[in-house]
């Protein structure tokens, strides 16, 4: 992926910091998502074979919202999970990244130098639901321009990603979502509007 990255880039000063940045969030995914792995109760490095995250796929979006006249009236991005295991998020300092919580949307003002973590759809697929990727959306304000940047770290995307067996084979829970390759769900996610969860629901059993 790192090469692909590169070539989008405008300029090798900027495409050097880029690919640092890829492969600096890269690991601090892996690490998150081996705690992860134990928190279910598997092996620490359970996600990262499965998922081949030596050949993780990640996806690198700028978001810039200008100052809106009405904000009331304007999205800066409608709610949406995000496709990939984890996203890490960072921002200037400016709030406008909500979650939704028992229905009702959170501001959510992260820490100046830190990562916002988004639990992401291949996630909840893979764990069966026992984590939730999180719905959330931007919004605008009159005033500033808010700039964030978003990593998502996704499995290899010829992976296909299925509830693990490990956490359905045990009489009791059923696999709740079918499987389908990781880059057939980015594929869908990214030629429709985003739209809530309504990806994640066409694969929910
Ligand atoms: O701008 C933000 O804070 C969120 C952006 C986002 O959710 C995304 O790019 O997927
Ligand atoms: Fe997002």
Not at 42 to 70: G, H, R, T, W
Not at 109 to 134: H, T, W
Not at 155 to 176: M, R, T
Request: glycine share 6%; net charge neutral; aromatic share 8%.
């Amino acid at each position: 992926m790192a090469n692909k990255f590169v070539r989008w880039l405008c300029c090798n000063c900027c495409s050097e910091l880029s690919l640092e940045y890829c492969e600096r969030t890269r690991g601090v995914a892996r690490e998150l998502l081996k705690a992860i792995s134990e928190s279910l109760g598997l092996k620490p490095f359970y996600i990262e074979k499965v998922m081949n995250l030596d050949n993780s796929y990640q996806m690198f979006n700028a978001n810039f919202y200008p100052p809106c006249p009405q904000p009331e009236l304007a999205m800066g991005l409608p709610p949406h999970s995000d496709h990939g295991l984890l996203s890490l998020v960072t921002h200037n300092g400016i709030g406008g990244f909500q979650l939704q919580h028992n229905g009702m949307w959170v501001n959510v003002n992260a820490i100046p130098n830190s990562f916002l973590v988004n639990i992401a759809d291949q996630l909840e697929v893979l764990s069966n639901g026992k984590y939730k990727s999180i719905l959330h959306r931007a919004v605008v304000n009159k005033k500033v321009t808010r700039i964030s940047l978003v990593m998502t770290n996704g499995p290899s995307l010829d992976k296909i990603v299925n509830p693990a067996p490990e956490l359905v084979n045990n009489g009791i829970d059923q696999p709740a979502y079918h499987g389908i390759t990781y880059k057939e769900y980015f594929q869908w996610q990214q030629s429709n509007s985003l739209d809530g969860k309504g990806i994640l629901d066409r694969i929910r059993i």
